[in-house]
């Protein structure tokens, strides 16, 4: 059974930093991708970050380029979220997802619709 859990979410001040982790079982980082997704009440989710796991290729939306840093760890088949200079507007429930990588050479996106599996989510609050 395919099962991602995401943890190291909390109450962090403006201006610091969170470790997301999203630990995956019922399958290897080396065919998926994964991505970092976000939701805050009342609003869409939206895509944050992805990593394809076949090359390392990543990708940030802007807003958290530059501030947040996507990595995996296969050994320990973990995907790893480092989140530094956090705003309040970075308040939000954050999902890792997956989907099967299908062709090696094209990089990955974190768009909603094409990720088939998802955490359950960890909840981030940046506030003073």
């Known amino acids: 059974q395919v099962q991602l859990v995401e943890s190291g979410g909390g109450l962090v001040q403006p201006g610091g930093s969170l470790r997301l982790s999203c630990a995956a079982s019922g399958f290897t980082l080396d065919y998926y991708v994964i991505g970092w997704f976000r939701q805050a009440p009342g609003k869409e989710r939206e895509g944050v970050s992805c990593i394809s796991s076949s090359d390392g290729h990543t990708y940030y939306t802007d807003s958290v380029k530059g501030r947040f840093t996507i990595s995996r760890d296969n050994a320990k088949n973990t995907v790893y979220l480092q989140m530094n200079s956090l705003k309040p507007e970075d308040t939000a429930v954050y999902y890792c997802?997956?989907?099967?990588?299908?062709?090696?050479?094209?990089?990955?996106?974190?768009?909603?619709?094409?990720?088939?599996?998802w955490g359950q989510g960890t909840q981030v609050t940046v506030s003073s």
């Open positions: 997802a997956s989907h099967l990588i299908s062709d090696p050479t094209r990089g990955c996106r974190p768009y909603k619709g094409e990720y088939d599996y």
